[in-house]
């Protein structure tokens, strides 16, 4: 089991930018891909963004393409999400997310939740109008 602990949420106006910072421990050595999920009232989780932990690839949603960005750091065990021009849409608690038994390896398991075993608190993110 990977343990997650995500900071850097808040309140910040339309057009801002935020860093969300996940930290991992545990089993962290064996993480084949790390994400960020996001959650508003009502609505289903859904994928933001991943990276493959020993390639380096990185996967955004269409929704945040070109805003968005995710990031690693190996020697930490951290993955960062860099959130430029927010918008009151991307108002959710964001989760971070680890895969620890390859799920994200086989179809598209790096989109989905049940490609990830190991899942963060969340933090809120709001972007005010």
């Known amino acids: 089991q990977v343990q997650l602990v995500e900071s850097g949420g808040g309140l910040v106006q339309a057009g801002g930018s935020l860093r969300l910072s996940c930290a991992a421990s545990g089993r962290s050595f064996s993480v084949y891909a790390m994400a960020w999920f996001r959650q508003a009232p009502g609505k289903d989780r859904e994928f933001v963004a991943a990276v493959n932990w020993r390639g380096g690839n990185t996967y955004e949603a269409d929704s945040v393409k070109g805003r968005f960005s995710i990031s690693r750091d190996n020697a930490e065990n951290t993955v960062y999400l860099r959130m430029n021009s927010l918008k009151p849409e991307d108002t959710a608690v964001y989760y971070c997310?680890?895969?620890?038994?390859?799920?994200?390896?086989?179809?598209?398991?790096?989109?989905?939740?049940?490609?990830?075993?190991?899942w963060g608190q969340g933090t809120q993110v709001t972007v005010s109008s």
């Open positions: 997310a680890a895969d620890a038994l390859k799920r994200t390896h086989y179809g598209d398991g790096i989109f989905d939740t049940y490609g990830y075993d190991s």
